[in-house]
T-cell receptor, first 116, second 115 residues
């Protein structure tokens, strides 16, 4: 069965600090996708990134970067120079494989608070 | 607004009552998903449709829950004889599906409170 673990329940930083959110996953699939979503106080889950297990290159998008390491089953997310607007709950997610191709398994989420 | 929409945004009901939620997906998306999220937890999968066919239901979805997607467009989730344990945020998501896998886009959710 798929499993996603986000060991950090809450992180608190001061604006402009860098912060890394950890995600460790378990899957029996040989190929798979991984996702990060952001849930701001308004409640709506916002898609951030999709990563294919074939591609282990790190990805950068503005202040966001992702470090995917298949050998350690980790897909960590770094925010550089954090801002107050980054305060949200962040979820890592993994789709089920096989016939359950659609559903996502989410981690518990990491609550990020960025103080001014 | 071309995103996923859900109605109502909030629902307060008394235990034992029936409630129905609606989800309108992004128009070109053929997959529609329902999830439930309780406080401090990640969303948990309930069921999903491809077009009008319901392809999978979670064991979380008791007999009191039913979902439909007539004509492969909007979907409804009905909970009969609500219980206090049904209090949660009900999230709808949609995605495109072809030969690959595409990200799911979520609606704002319906927050259900059962008193």
């Amino acid at each position: 069965a798929q499993k996603v673990t986000q060991a950090q329940t809450e992180i608190s930083v001061v604006e402009k600090e860098d912060v890394t959110l950890d995600c460790v996953y378990e899957t029996r699939d040989t190929t798979y996708y991984l996702f990060w979503y952001k849930q701001p106080p308004s409640g709506e889950l916002v898609f951030l990134i999709r990563r294919n297990s074939f591609d282990e290159q790190n990805e950068i998008s503005g202040r966001y970067s992702w470090n995917f390491q298949k050998s350690t089953s980790s897909f960590n997310f770094t925010i550089t120079a954090s801002q107050v607007v980054d305060s949200a709950v962040y979820f890592c997610a993994l789709p089920a494989g096989g016939t359950s191709y659609g559903k996502l398994t989410f981690g518990q989420g990491t609550i990020l608070t960025v103080h001014p | 607004d071309t995103g996923v929409s859900q109605d109502p945004r909030h629902k307060i009901t008394k235990r034992g009552q029936n409630v129905t939620f609606r989800c309108d997906p992004i128009s070109e998306h053929n997959r529609l998903y329902w999830y439930r999220q309780t406080l401090g937890q990640g969303p948990e999968f309930l069921t999903y449709f491809q077009n009008e066919a319901q392809l999978e239901k979670s064991r979380l979805l008791s007999d009191r829950f039913s979902a439909e997607r007539p004509k492969g467009s909007f979907s409804t989730l009905e909970i009969q004889r609500t219980e206090q344990g049904d209090s949660a945020m009900y999230l709808c998501a949609s995605s495109f599906s072809d030969r690959g896998y595409y990200e799911q886009y979520f609606g704002p959710g319906t927050r259900l409170t059962v008193t």
